[in-house]
């Protein structure tokens, strides 16, 4: 069995020593490099076949996203898995944005931190069991949000949203309507008034979540 090549990238020496330890006595993993910055991260990269590298967030000198940043820049095949005391969506979508595939908090359970590369060395992405909830709380509240905010639209204003994020002009839409120009006008103020948008791209998008029209948000 191929052994899995991990280079351990953090700035405490006794949790670099505890995850080589724990990854040591497990089957098949292969500690390679150790790095205590982002520029030590980069210079083993650059020095040592890896398979994965597991990213503290919070590094001296260059963190972890922007390191994130110039290991995607430079086309590496090293998957990474970010390792962070944070489970701040700001970190999360960060992390993610800047080319991540899996996101572990510090005090996962070795079974947890295992699974997860192997989980990311499939091709898979991983996010611990406590940052999943998190988002899917979030994807809830935002789908609950939309759908409270797209009831509170009269009919017509559904109507107008739909032509407008289908891309109808003001002319159109107040041809197919019947309406006056000026009226599609305060119909389409109402809409963005209510739902605290302020584009008609917001609108389209806006549509999409709310499933009055069909497409990918």
Known sequence: MNRIRVILADDH????????????AQPGFEIVGEAVDGHSTLACLAATPVDILLLDISMPGLNGIETLRR????????K???????????????AFKAGAKGYLLKDSAIQELVKGIRTVMEGNVYL?????????????ALANATRRSANDLTSREREVLQMIAEGRSTKEVASQLCLSTKTVET??????????????AELTRYAIRARIIPGEC
């Open 13 to 24: 020496s006794l949790f670099r020593a505890g995850l080589r330890s724990i990854l040591e």
């Open 80 to 94: 990474v898995i970010t390792l962070s005391m944070h489970s701040d969506r700001y970190f999360i979508a960060e």
């Open 187 to 200: 119909h389409r103020k109402r809409l963005m008034d209510k739902l605290e948008i302020h584009s008609v």
């Open 128 to 140: 611990s069991s406590t940052i999943a909830g998190i988002l899917v709380d979030d994807y809830v």
């Open 71 to 78: 290991i995607g820049a430079q086309e590496n095949s090293v």
